[in-house]
């Protein structure tokens, strides 16, 4: 399974992003799919993921109301819509597949196949 992030780049405070995780070498319907982020110096944390449908969605409180996740199980791909987005959100971004089975969870440990991540970068 690879798992390819996009979307990042430079944007100013208050700008949008939207990045998207193209996945390969499996389908992904059946499974949740998150974001997690990990700027310099910090341990990597949970961001959004998505259930297998997109019914269920779910966020950091750091990002709630500004963030949303969704996915669309036909291209394989999920994204997430960033808006507001602040100098605090920048970091490499990375999205990953949640090992199937398991209880729903928010850790890095709950998922099994990550993408390679992608800059996110905000300004003041």
């Known amino acids: 399974v690879q798992l390819q992030a996009s979307g990042g780049g430079l944007v100013q405070a208050g700008g949008s992003l939207r990045l998207s995780c193209a996945t390969s070498g499996r389908t992904i319907s059946y499974y949740y799919m998150g974001w997690f982020r990990q700027a310099p110096g910090k341990e990597r944390e949970f961001v959004a993921a998505i259930n297998w449908s997109g019914s269920s969605t779910y966020y950091a409180d750091s990002v709630k109301g500004r963030f949303t996740i969704s996915r669309d199980n036909a291209k394989n791909t999920v994204y997430l819509q960033m808006n507001s987005l602040k100098p605090e959100d920048t970091a490499i971004y990375y999205c990953?597949?949640?090992?199937?089975?398991?209880?729903?969870?928010?850790?890095?440990?709950?998922?099994?196949?990550w993408g390679q991540g992608t800059q996110v970068t905000v300004s003041r």
């Open positions: 990953a597949l949640h090992i199937p089975g398991r209880t729903f969870g928010t850790r890095p440990a709950d998922y099994y196949y």
